[in-house]
Nanobody, 121 residues
Framework: QVQLVESGGGLVQAGGSLSLSCTAS?????????MGWYRQAPGKQREFVAD???????NYEDSVKGRFTISKDSAFETVWLQMANLKPEDTAVYFCTGMIRTAVYNARAYWGQGTQVTVSQ
C-alpha cells in the first residue's frame, strides 16, 4: 500500500498565498505515473484542480490557471501546489491523489486524507 500525506493548509485572506505539499511513501518500491490535487467544498462534489505526470506535463482546472502551480521533486515522491491570489471560492478540503503502482499491486489511485484551505474575504 501507498500512503499520501498532505500538509500546508490553513487560513489566508483573499489575495494571499498558500503552498500545499504531498508526500507518497510505502514499504515497497513504488512508482507514480501521475500525481495531483482535487478539492471539495462544503455541499459540492470533489473537483479536479491540477495534476502532473512523471515527465512533468501539467494540467489545471480553468479557474486556477495562472494562479496555481503544481510541481514535483525528481524522485516523484513529493508534489507541491503553490496557490496565489487566492479567492474565497478556493475554500475547500484539498486532497492529494496519485496513480501509483507497486511491486505487488498494479497501478491504482491513492488518496490522501485532505487538508483544509480557507480563504476569508
Amino acid at each position: 500500500q501507498v500512503q499520501l500525506v498532505e500538509s500546508g493548509g490553513g487560513l489566508v485572506q483573499a489575495g494571499g498565498s498558500l503552498s500545499l505539499s504531498c508526500t507518497a511513501s510505502s514499504r515497497s518500491i513504488f512508482r507514480a505515473s501521475s500525481m495531483g490535487w482535487y478539492r471539495q467544498a462544503p455541499g459540492k462534489q470533489r473537483e479536479f484542480v491540477a495534476d502532473i505526470t512523471s515527465t512533468g506535463s501539467t494540467n489545471y482546472e480553468d479557474s486556477v490557471k495562472g494562479r496555481f502551480t503544481i510541481s514535483k521533486d525528481s524522485a516523484f515522491e513529493t508534489v507541491w501546489l503553490q496557490m496565489a491570489n487566492l479567492k474565497p471560492e478556493d475554500t475547500a478540503v484539498y486532497f492529494c491523489t496519485g496513480m501509483i503502482r507497486t511491486a505487488v499491486y498494479n497501478a491504482r489511485a491513492y488518496w490522501g486524507q485532505g487538508t483544509q484551505v480557507t480563504v476569508s474575504q
